[in-house]
Nanobody, 118 residues
Framework: QVQLVESGGGLVQPGGSLRLSCAAS????????LGWWRQAPGKQRELVAM???????AYADSMQGRFTISRDNAANTVYLQMNALKPEDTAVYFC????????????WGQGTQVTVSS
């Protein structure tokens, strides 16, 4: 089992920045990709970015440039730095963990709300 707890969401003005954190706990975290997804009202959940324990990262095409994922293996935490935020970035942001080998082993956090509005 992997437990994931997100934090750092909130209200930010357009053009502002936020850093989300996801604290992970459980056994074998090195064998999991940790990632960020988001779900806007009325829309499907979409991938933002994922990162392995060896710090290889991948981004959804539309997320390149403004979002940066990072991972601190010692702290078992993954971060999402979001810059130049737009109203369309408003969504619930979820952290997830996917096992590298047993891909059916997927865990989700409870989500954190990000609202971009003036």
């Amino acid at each position: 089992q992997v437990q994931l707890v997100e934090s750092g969401g909130g209200l930010v003005q357009p053009g502002g920045s936020l850093r989300l954190s996801c604290a992970a706990s459980g056994k074998g975290l090195v064998y999991y990709k940790l990632g960020w997804w988001r779900q806007a009202p009325g829309k499907q959940r979409e991938l933002v970015a994922m990162i392995t324990a060896s710090l290889n990262s991948a981004y959804a095409d539309s997320m390149q440039g403004r979002f940066t994922i990072s991972r601190d293996n010692a702290a078992n935490t993954v971060y999402l730095q979001m810059n130049a935020l737009k109203p369309e970035d408003t969504a619930v942001y979820f952290c997830n963990a996917v096992h590298l080998t047993f891909i059916d082993l997927v865990f989700w956090g409870q989500g954190t709300q990000v609202t971009v509005s003036s």
